[in-house]
């Protein structure tokens, strides 16, 4: 499926807040191509040439949803420093992917955060849990997987599964307070 900034669909179409079913497993034909599709979507989409020559909008993950299409599918691939200084990448083609725990502890984006279907600037702190476990089926492994993410990944796991339930990163700002400090939270 062609997938680019025209056919992405925004936050002013009502679609978008559909909750998202689970898909069948194993993937049928037409799912697996359209989780294929996703995940090259992510991955062209930080390539400057690429990006410009086919019209994508960088970004670290895309669901299915925002198709226009309510299964639990996403797409996930970035790329993070470790503490050794070393670049590590973690690409997730999930399906049905669950949220089995989240930490007390909070965590939020510095810059804030942004989406594909999202046009207009939501300025605030998106307070997340700093870690959380998920459980699905990775289609790149072709396996259940567990992933235990923490900071960075964990924020972006917990944006794309909350477009499962319609919801959208700006519904989570303190809309009295955007920048409202959050005690002990780990700040990237
Ligand atoms: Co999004």
């Known amino acids: 499926m062609l997938i680019n900034n025209d056919t992405i669909i925004k936050d002013t179409d009502p679609v978008l807040r559909t909750v998202s079913e689970p898909v069948e497993l194993p993937l049928s034909e037409e799912d697996r191509a359209l989780l294929t599709d996703m995940m090259q979507y992510v ?5 400057e040439e690429k990006a410009e020559k086919y019209n ?13 299409i309510p299964k639990q599918l996403t797409a996930v691939a970035i790329e993070e420093i470790n503490k050794n200084n070393e670049t590590v990448s973690y690409k997730f083609a999930l399906a049905n992917p669950k949220i089995v725990s989240f930490s007390k502890q909070k965590a939020y984006l510095d810059s804030g955060e942004g989406c594909l279907s999202v046009e207009n600037e939501h300025e605030g702190y ?3 849990s700093a ?9 790149l492994t072709d396996r259940n997987i567990e992933i235990r993410a923490r900071g960075y990944l964990a924020i972006v796991l917990q944006h794309e599964l909350d477009h499962f339930k319609g919801v959208l990163f700006y519904d989570h700002i303190n809309k009295d307070e ?10 990237i």
């Not at 870690?131 to 289609?139: C, F, S």
């Open 43 to 47: 991955i062209d989409s930080t390539d």
């Open 56 to 68: 994508l909008r960088p970004a670290v993950g895309i669901s299915a949803i925002q198709l226009g």
């Open 126 to 128: 998106v307070v997340r």
């Open 131 to 139: 870690r959380v476990t998920v459980r699905g089926y990775d289609m």
């Open 178 to 187: 955007p920048y409202k400090e959050v005690p002990d939270a780990l700040v």
